[in-house]
């Protein structure tokens, strides 16, 4: 049978494996660092998209607004625009002028009430509740 000797290991070969395991070492802390960047980048553009989705619909309600607002400057810039909204907020009228109520007459007319059938009388007495 063969026999096997201890080798011996030299001070190279420890450098080498020694240098191999800090660039492992070295690879894995930069992959690390480099997920870590893209998931803070990934962080930032959803916070951005969701800003930009808030401003688009803001600026959507100041335009709305904006537009409401120069109706009612057209409104107000011609005199029976002006005349409008004043009898309308203060409740003016002119002299001469006066108040008409409109008083409907109430209606008489009554449903007539249809005689319930069997099936809804029998329904009736059995759910008292």
């Given at each position: 049978m063969r026999e096997f000797k201890k080798r011996r290991v030299s001070?190279?070969?420890v450098l080498k494996i020694s240098a191999g395991v800090a660039g492992i070492v070295a690879l894995a802390g930069v992959a690390?660092?480099?997920s870590r960047a893209a998931w803070g980048m990934y962080g930032k553009f959803a916070?951005?998209?969701t800003a930009r989705a808030s401003a688009d619909t803001?600026?959507?309600d100041l335009r709305e607004r904006r537009q409401k607002i120069d109706v009612d400057?057209?409104?107000l810039s011609s005199e029976r625009g002006?005349?409008?909204?004043?009898r309308e907020r203060y409740?003016?009228?002119?002299?001469?002028?006066g108040e008409i109520n409109i008083v409907r007459q109430a209606t008489t007319s009554e449903v007539l009430k249809q005689d319930p059938g069997i099936l809804?009388?029998?329904?009736?007495?059995?759910t008292v509740w």
């Open positions: 001070g190279m070969e690390f660092i480099a916070e951005a998209a803001q600026l959507q400057v057209q409104a002006l005349e409008a909204q004043v409740g003016m009228a002119r002299p001469g002028e809804k009388k029998l329904w009736q007495m059995l």
